[in-house]
Nanobody
Framework: QVQLVESGGGLVQPGGSLRLSCVAS????????IGWFRQAPGKEREGVSC????????YYTNSVKGRFTISRDNAKNTVYLQMNSLKPEDMAVYYC???????????????????WGQGTQVTVSS
């Protein structure tokens, strides 16, 4: 069965950190760019960060630059999103997805993103 599974979400205070993981089963991730997206209640799903298949290219939306770091370990079939200095506005369900490429162009349309995980909740609150 081909699937992506996110984990690592939870409740954290403002200024805290979390590391999300996206693990693939049934296929290998190293042929794909991977994107992290998030969706807050009442808002559209937005692209947060992505990484190319080789790991050589990364992209971050402006609101998370300098706070989030994406990385991948193809040997473990896993992509990570390290989130530091979390803010209440980062609170959302976070999803990972396989993609054709990485960058603002690819985040502009969901047509470039195919397999999606079920999401993991990130709550930032004191």
């Amino acid at each position: 069965q081909v699937q992506l599974v996110e984990s690592g979400g939870g409740l954290v205070q403002p200024g805290g950190s979390l590391r999300l993981s996206c693990v693939a089963s049934g296929f290998t991730l190293d042929n794909y760019a991977i994107g992290w997206f998030r969706q807050a209640p009442g808002k559209e799903r937005e692209g947060v960060s992505c990484i190319s298949s080789s790991g050589g290219r990364t992209y971050y939306t402006n609101s998370v630059k300098g706070r989030f770091t994406i990385s991948r370990d193809n040997a473990k079939n896993t992509v990570y999103l390290q989130m530091n200095s979390l803010k209440p506005e980062d609170m959302a369900v976070y999803y990972c997805a396989t993609g054709t490429g990485c960058g603002s162009y690819y985040f502009a349309s969901k047509q470039w993103w195919s397999s999606w995980g079920q999401g993991t909740q990130v709550t930032v609150s004191s």
